[in-house]
């Protein structure tokens, strides 16, 4: 008795260990409030702030994700937190530096086309910036203290090893003290749970019945959820909604929806039609169509340095049709997405690309059906063609053939692969070898991003004061590109390939690049923001038909969805028999032409209207295209219905497989 008394004195108290680990997971969950407010910083988008309401969702959020550590043991709860730490920060830091290049939020889709990554090394080396360590600040102090805790539970055990005098003395049984232990972890986990789940569910779900309504069912852009979820929330419902979509293909649409969709499409036969005198005059001839990596228009037609910048591209204007104020329509499939475009007239999805979500759907697309016209259809990509999934999708889209890498001879090594000079001169080589008529379809690849292209000095052109910079280094890649096509060209002549051959060079999208203030000196004015914005928004289209009529600027407006339906009239195909969400650009009719872009953006040639990121219409911006001013956003508000209706549609079709289903062949 007296030897239990005499030790009650250094009897244990409550265990260090667990004080120790609620402090750290208070501190835990305050550092990812920092990351997270960090990356908000670093996105600077407009008319969004990190208000009270966004940190309270934001640390429910956190603390539904960790709820679970507080059921494990003390030392499985200190890796448990440094493993979230770890994946977290991994999580932000990994959307940020893809914002900056695709001004977009990683998704699921495009996680499972993580192998990509790989080739992006040089992009993504271009978009780190010191300041971007601030994220990883905490590490050591997270090593630090789990080595601190180490040591304490080290010292603790030593203290008191074996079975106390005090453990005898009450009777407590030690399997009592584990059930209540366990308990206490098994309620505090509970709670903070229920705590979390409800400061992220009900400031999300008010704002969805309220100022946001119906932006979960109609999500235009990633930021726009963003401004209501927040990250961690954002990356939770697209989780949902891809396990959605996964399980939800083969569910049926109702009657009504089908009745809707396919009575819109009917609607929007003549437009796709376009001129009757048109249709089939240039029926038999090949079709040669080239995608432009990155390439824009803002700088086709003008000089740097006294030199021109597109010198080849501005001659083949003068015979050909040159569409001046046409928009890039993609979305995170970026370069997939043109080629989308191009070849399907779809709207890209919201979240991933169509290559790696939809490749098993059933598509009507260009080279299919060119190839029921008699044709042969190929495509040539010199990269791996596992890239974007190509070597799948071009199947099923009904190539006859895919020239990768592996066809050709790596002679001119420059950028990502082979240099489009040579890659533009052996496809041609193939094509002279290619039953006619055909539909070749090229993809370049050296003006891609990151620009730092070790040209001879023969290609290079004289950049003056944007020497040395990474604007610098694309206007010396598109001039590449251009000098590369003006050699495809004159080889096509001399061929004898060019007199029966439509020609089609357009842009697939932005040059992911921030620099207002070098192309405002570049143009030797200053470009206010929306000029910008246009012009990041807009990239050319040149179409050369064999005899060089129609040829002309045209400035009304165009898209990437527009260039199937204009090409299979001019080819003697009714481009009304399919499901084509494009238009003939050719189409002279009174109809008002609207261009809708997938972030919900649009432009009927009068006014250009720009969503706001929290997805309230009255919140949008209208701009008068003839002055470039704001104007009463109420005349944007018909050109928004019918944007809302084309990507719901789009979307809809793709989803839901509908191809088949909507059979609009009369």
């Not at 890039?328 to 790696?356: C, E, K, W, Y």
């Not at 001013?629 to 508000?637: G, K």
Request: include cysteine.
């Amino acid at each position: 008795m007296l030897r239990i008394l005499n030790s009650s004195s250094t009897r244990p108290g409550p265990k260090p260990g667990l004080l120790f680990t609620s402090v750290l997971y208070v501190l835990f969950v305050l550092l990812m409030l920092g990351k997270l407010r960090l990356l908000h910083g670093n996105l600077q988008l407009p008319y969004i702030n990190m208000g009270a309401t966004d940190f309270l969702i934001a640390a429910g959020c956190v603390l539904a994700l960790s709820f679970w550590v507080f059921w494990l043991p003390v030392r499985a709860r200190l890796w448990a937190l440094a493993l979230l730490d770890l994946l977290l920060t991994a999580l932000i830091f990994a959307d940020l530096v893809y914002f900056r290049y695709f001004g977009d939020f990683l998704t699921v889709p495009v996680l499972l086309q993580a192998g990509q990554v790989e080739s992006l090394g040089g992009s993504i080396a271009e978009l780190l910036r010191w300041r971007d360590l601030w994220l990883f600040a905490d590490w050591p102090l997270m090593l630090a203290a789990a080595l601190w805790g180490w040591s304490r539970r080290r010292k603790n055990v030593r203290g008191f090893s074996g079975t106390s005098a005090y453990s005898l003395g009450t009777g407590t049984s030690s399997s009592s003290r584990r059930r209540v232990r366990f308990l206490q972890r098994f309620a505090a986990g509970l709670l903070v749970l229920v705590i979390g789940f409800s400061a992220a569910f009900f400031p999300i779900r008010h704002a969805s019945q309220t100022w946001a309504k119906n932006l979960l069912e109609n999500n235009w852009w990633n930021m726009s959820m963003y401004n209501v979820t927040g990250l961690l929330g954002f990356h939770a419902i697209d989780a949902y909604r891809y396990a959605q979509t996964a399980i939800g293909k083969g569910q049926s649409l109702s009657d009504e929806r089908l009745t809707e969709i396919r009575d819109w499409f009917e609607k929007g036969r003549a437009s796709r039609t376009g001129p009757a005198e048109l249709l089939g005059k240039y029926k038999g001839s090949n079709v040669v169509m080239v995608q432009g990596e990155a390439f824009m228009n803002f700088f086709v037609g003008k000089e740097v340095n006294g030199q021109p910048i597109t010198p080849n591209l501005d001659a083949l204007m003068a015979d050909s049709l040159y569409f001046d104020h046409f928009y890039q329509q993609t979305g995170q499939g970026r370069t997939s997405d043109a080629d989308l475009a191009a070849n399907f007239s779809l709207h890209p999805l919201p979240s991933g690309s169509v290559f790696i979500r939809y490749a098993d759907n059933e598509f009507e697309t260009l080279p299919s059906i060119l190839k029921e016209q008699g044709y042969s259809a190929n495509v040539f990509h010199a990269y791996d063609g596992s890239f974007w999934n190509r070597n799948r999708m071009y199947q099923e889209m009904g190539y006859d053939r895919f020239y990768t890498e592996k066809d050709y001879v790596i002679d001119e090594p420059l950028g990502w692969s082979l240099g489009d000079r040579s890659f533009f001169n052996q496809s041609v080589g193939f094509m002279e070898n290619t039953p006619e008529p055909f539909y070749s379809f090229l993809i370049g690849l050296s003006s891609h991003h990151p620009y730092n292209l070790a040209l001879k000095d023969e290609d290079k052109l004289p950049v003056g004061e944007f020497e040395g910079t990474t604007f610098g280094d694309y206007l010396q890649s598109v001039h590449y590109v251009d000098s590369a096509l003006g050699d495809m060209v004159q080889r096509l002549k001399n061929d004898g390939l060019w007199e029966n051959t439509i020609f089609v060079f357009y842009g697939d999208h932005d040059f992911s690049l921030d620099e207002h203030e070098a192309v405002g000196t570049l143009l030797g004015d200053d470009v206010s923001e929306f000029e910008y914005t246009q012009m990041m928004g807009q990239v050319p289209l040149l179409i050369h038909l064999p005899d060089g009529e129609l040829a002309g600027t045209y400035e009304q407006p165009g898209g990437q969805l527009d260039i199937m339906p204009t090409l299979l009239s001019l080819l003697g195909v009714d481009a009304g028999n399919y499901a084509l969400m494009g238009s003939n650009l050719l189409d002279d009719s009174k109809q008002e032409r609207l261009v809708v872009l997938r972030t919900g953006a649009f432009t009927d040639g009068k006014i250009y209207y720009e969503p706001s990121p929290d997805g309230v219409f009255e919140n949008g911006i209208c701009y008068d295209l003839a002055t470039g001013q704001p104007t009463d956003v109420e005349q944007a508000r018909a050109g928004y219905d019918e944007a809302v209706k084309r990507l719901a549609i789009s979307d809809d079709v793709l989803a839901k497989d509908l191809i088949p289903t909507l059979d609009l062949k009369k």
